[in-house]
T-cell receptor, first 115, second 112 residues
Framework: DAGVIQSPRHEVTEMGQEVTLRCKPISGHDYLFWYRQTMMRGLELLIYFNNNVPIDDSGMPEDRFSAKMPNASFSTLKIQPSEPRDSAVYFC?????????????FGSGTRLTVV | TQLLEQSPQFLSIQEGENLTVYCNSSSVFSSLQWYRQEPGEGPVLLVTVVTGGEVKKLKRLTFQFGDARKDSSLHITAAQTGDTGLYLCAKGKGGGADGLTFGKGTHLIIQP
């Protein structure tokens, strides 16, 4: 199994540009999570999906952020327009069944820098 | 907000020494997970504990869940340079289906 795959690994963009981060979860995992990690705030949950349906997006910072999961093997996190304070490492994670105690498998992350 | 407090924030010790890091909360956990994160990578699950007083061992790592399920500790015996990393504890809510809340972690450096 290739694990959770995220792309790109690094993204540098100018303020005001649109940024799209991509994630391919582990096949068969019903849950997909988007997290953001910064030194100041640590890992923060942004949004999660169950069976491709968004369940809780209360962690999404503001309307500039949006996430979709059009099918079981693909999800995107979009920031439009981007701002310097969005600079962080964004992680995608998937899980088989958190209610049954299964852990989360994280991707390697996308390091976003907005200049 | 139910916060997870991890201590110490930073720890640097010599190879071969023992160490303990802690994870505490003011509220009860339904379950707790420990992860290790290496630079440039995502966190990797080490263990899940669910029962108060539970102790789990993973080679030189011993994880303990407090009797009241409000705290947990990770003890490493005879630390090795390969143990270097960020150790994160995380709690689930409602069986974990609401996503994990992470502590800010303990940055551990094992010096040769």
């Amino acid at each position: 199994d290739a694990g959770v795959i995220q792309s790109p690994r690094h993204e540098v963009t100018e303020m005001g540009q649109e940024v799209t981060l991509r994630c391919k979860p582990i096949s068969g995992h019903d849950y997909l999570f988007w997290y953001r990690q910064t030194m100041m705030r640590g890992l923060e949950l942004l949004i999660y999906f169950n069976n491709n349906v968004p369940i809780d997006d209360s962690g999404m910072p503001e309307d500039r952020f949006s996430a979709k999961m059009p099918n079981a093997s693909f999800s995107t996190l979009k920031i439009q327009p981007s701002e310097p304070r969005d600079s962080a490492v964004y992680f995608c994670a998937s899980s088989l069944s958190p209610r049954r105690g299964y852990g989360y498998t994280f991707g390697s992350g996308t390091r976003l820098t907005v200049v | 907000t139910q916060l997870l407090e991890q201590s110490p924030q930073f720890l640097s010790i010599q190879e071969g020494e023992n160490l303990t890091v802690y994870c505490n909360s003011s509220s009860v956990f339904s379950s707790l997970q420990w992860y290790r994160q290496e630079p440039g990578e995502g966190p990797v699950l080490l263990v899940t504990v669910v029962t108060g007083g539970e102790v789990k061992k993973l080679k030189r790592l011993t994880f303990q869940f407090g009797d009241a399920r409000k705290d947990s500790s990770l003890h490493i015996t005879a630390a090795q340079t390969g143990d270097t990393g960020l150790y994160l504890c995380a709690k689930g809510k409602g069986g974990g289906a609401d996503g994990l809340t992470f502590g800010k972690g303990t940055h551990l450096i094992i010096q040769p």
